[in-house]
């Protein structure tokens, strides 16, 4: 059974920094790609940031250069560090594991609000 449980969000100045943690239960972890996303009211969720079991990352354009995402296998955990902040990452953001199967779970989301 996979369980996310996200945890760092919270209200920073615009330029500032936060770090979010996600903590992942069950066994899957390490044959897994793990993300970050993001949602605003009435919008798409969308992807921010992915880490595949090898390492390969990738990044949202909007993100790129200032978002860094990471895993660490013993801990079963993912960072999502966000610098340089801006009024527009405001959002909930959801953890994500992806199955090599394709299912997805999903952590409950914690808020980030960005003020300029």
């Known amino acids: 059974q996979v369980q996310l449980v996200e945890s760092g969000g919270g209200l920073v100045q615009a330029g500032g920094s936060l770090r979010l943690s996600c903590a992942a239960s069950?066994?899957?972890?390490?044959?897994?790609?793990m993300g970050w996303y993001r949602q605003v009211p009435g919008k798409q969720r969308e992807l921010v940031a992915r880490?595949?079991?090898?390492?390969?990352?990738n990044y949202a354009g909007s993100v790129n250069g200032r978002f860094t995402i990471s895993r660490n296998s013993a801990k079963k955990t993912v960072d999502l560090q966000m610098n340089s902040l801006k009024p527009e990452d405001t959002a909930v953001y959801f953890c994500?594991?992806?199955?090599?199967?394709?299912?997805?779970?999903w952590g409950q989301g914690t808020q980030v609000t960005v003020s300029s």
């Open positions: 880490v595949t079991p090898d390492g390969k990352l």
């Open positions: 994500a594991l992806q199955s090599p199967w394709d299912s997805y779970f």
């Open positions: 069950g066994s899957i972890f390490d044959i897994s790609t």
